[in-house]
């Protein structure tokens, strides 16, 4: 239980870190900013309470809020998706996740790219939905959904190949 805490805890911060140095400076053509952060909810184990996976959301989206200044759609977005991952993972993974056995590292690659793209995709719609905050500028959010998505997807796919560890 230490070690599992100590993992999500490191996993947090380093994401924290890495989204506010580094991606929150990337903004290539207006509309491909990666938000990487994510990770930390689309990893967090299946088993554990769904409240604490909220809660934990809710801290790590008022955390990049508070440095980009957005006033809580980071939090909005992320207590959304994590309100919302029982759902994508039930449609990511099917009969595994419903025998709560889901493992990332034993995933095939196919599900776990629909179920990256999936969460993904709801969280930046809804972030940039709650910052343009208008219904006449939908053609908007839905360019900034889509390239920004691509761009994450690609980090977070990346990401966890290179960081995880391959089943005994």
């Given at each position: 239980?230490?070690?599992?805490?100590s993992?999500?805890?490191?996993?947090?911060?380093?994401?924290?870190?890495?989204?506010?140095?580094?991606?929150?400076?990337?903004?290539?053509?207006?509309?491909?900013?990666?938000?990487?952060?994510?990770?930390?909810?689309?990893?967090?184990?299946?088993?554990?309470?769904?409240?604490?996976?909220?809660?934990?959301?809710f801290?790590?989206?008022?955390?990049?809020?508070?440095?980009?200044?957005?006033?809580?759609?980071?939090?909005?977005?992320?207590?959304?998706?994590?309100?919302?991952?029982?759902?994508?993972?039930?449609?990511?993974?099917?009969?595994?996740?419903?025998?709560?056995?889901?493992?990332?590292?034993?995933?095939?690659?196919?599900?776990?790219?629909?179920y990256?793209?999936?969460?993904?995709?709801?969280?930046?719609?809804?972030?940039?939905?709650?910052?343009?905050?208008?219904?006449?500028?939908?053609?908007?959010?839905?360019?900034?959904?889509?390239?920004?998505?691509?761009?994450?997807?690609?980090?977070?796919?990346?990401?966890?190949?290179?960081?995880?560890?391959?089943?005994k």
């Amino acid at each position: 239980m230490n070690n599992i805490f100590s993992i999500h805890t490191v996993r947090f911060v380093a994401l924290v870190i890495l989204q506010v140095l580094i991606l929150n400076h990337i903004n290539f053509l207006g509309y491909i900013n990666p938000y990487i952060y994510i990770l930390f909810i689309a990893l967090f184990p299946v088993k554990h309470n769904r409240i604490v996976l909220m809660l934990l959301s809710f801290l790590l989206g008022l955390i990049i809020d508070l440095f980009l200044d957005t006033g809580g759609a980071h939090a909005a977005a992320s207590v959304f998706i994590a309100y919302a991952r029982p759902l994508v993972l039930k449609s990511s993974f099917g009969t595994i996740y419903e025998h709560q056995t889901v493992k990332f590292n034993t995933i095939d690659f196919g599900s776990k790219l629909t179920y990256f793209t999936l969460l993904t995709v709801l969280h930046h719609f809804v972030l940039f939905f709650l910052e343009i905050f208008s219904v006449s500028k939908i053609l908007l959010v839905f360019q900034k959904t889509l390239f920004s998505s691509i761009f994450t997807i690609l980090l977070s796919v990346i990401v966890t190949i290179i960081f995880s560890r391959k089943p005994k």
